[in-house]
């Protein structure tokens, strides 16, 4: 008898009886297959739908049993315990910080950690695409301007000095350009384009200007020796050959 708290014992069973081997297996594997009911004489009395024990008189016995009345297994107290000091080392969750996760779950706070750095590699893995994206941008824009193409957007780069912008890059070439890596093979793309351009250019100046009227010095006119001065029907003919 313990004042306050009530009656405590030790179970002694015999190792040798025939349920003894289930009776350890409960007790190591699943204590709430079994739990202990004492067998007592005591007074009872109603309060309301209640049944109240007064007093115990006489305890004739403590009987393990497989459904006890008011216990719940072997261990009830110890699991109570043990509740107790679970509650007391963990907090609640929103007293949960990452020092009690180091102190306590250093394996969860290492997952966590693994995860953000995972994240974290892949934002950088995104910037150093983006970065390197744009830095190609540019080194192509700068062989554009180089040889004096504009940019599919049409804005004009700064030419060179007496050169002219000749806005003859596609946002499909343009692309193309992107998509190399070899920046040799870019240069000699923008190269040949240049190339192109500029043979198509003077090929339209000659074809143009050979049905363009051509004006000549006076004074070269008048030291040309001429067999006879033109007559007005040859100036007609000359006027009309120039609007065609």
Request: aromatic residues 4%; contains cysteine; glycine residues 4%.
């Amino acid at each position: 008898m313990r004042s306050g708290e009530g009656l405590f014992g030790d179970l002694h069973f015999n190792p040798k009886h025939a349920l003894a081997e289930q009776l350890v297996w409960d007790a190591e594997n699943n204590p709430r297959n079994v739990g202990f009911s004492h067998n007592v004489l005591a007074p009872l009395s109603r309060q309301g739908s209640a049944t109240v024990v007064e007093e115990i008189t006489r305890v004739q016995s403590v009987d393990l049993v497989a459904d006890p009345a008011t216990t719940q297994g072997l261990f009830e107290q110890a699991e109570q315990i043990q509740g107790a000091e679970k509650q007391a080392v963990y907090p609640r969750w929103d007293a949960l910080t990452l020092e009690t996760l180091r102190l306590h779950r250093p394996d969860l706070l290492q997952e966590v950690e693994a995860i953000e750095i995972e994240r974290l590699r892949a934002q950088l893995d995104d910037a150093n695409t983006q970065s390197e994206t744009l830095r190609r941008r540019q080194r192509i824009l700068d062989r554009l301007c180089e040889h004096c193409l504009s940019p599919p957007s049409g804005k004009k780069q700064p030419p060179g000095v007496g050169q002219s912008v000749r806005p003859a890059v596609s946002p499909s070439f343009f692309e193309m350009l992107m998509k190399i890596d070899d920046e040799d093979q870019v240069e000699q793309l923008i190269a040949e384009r240049a190339e192109l351009i500029r043979n198509t250019t003077q090929w339209q100046d000659r074809l143009t200007g050979s049905f363009t009227p051509k004006s000549r010095d006076q004074m070269s006119a008048i030291a040309m020796p001429t067999a006879e001065p033109p007559t007005v029907l040859d100036f007609a003919k000359a006027l009309k050959m120039s609007r065609n």
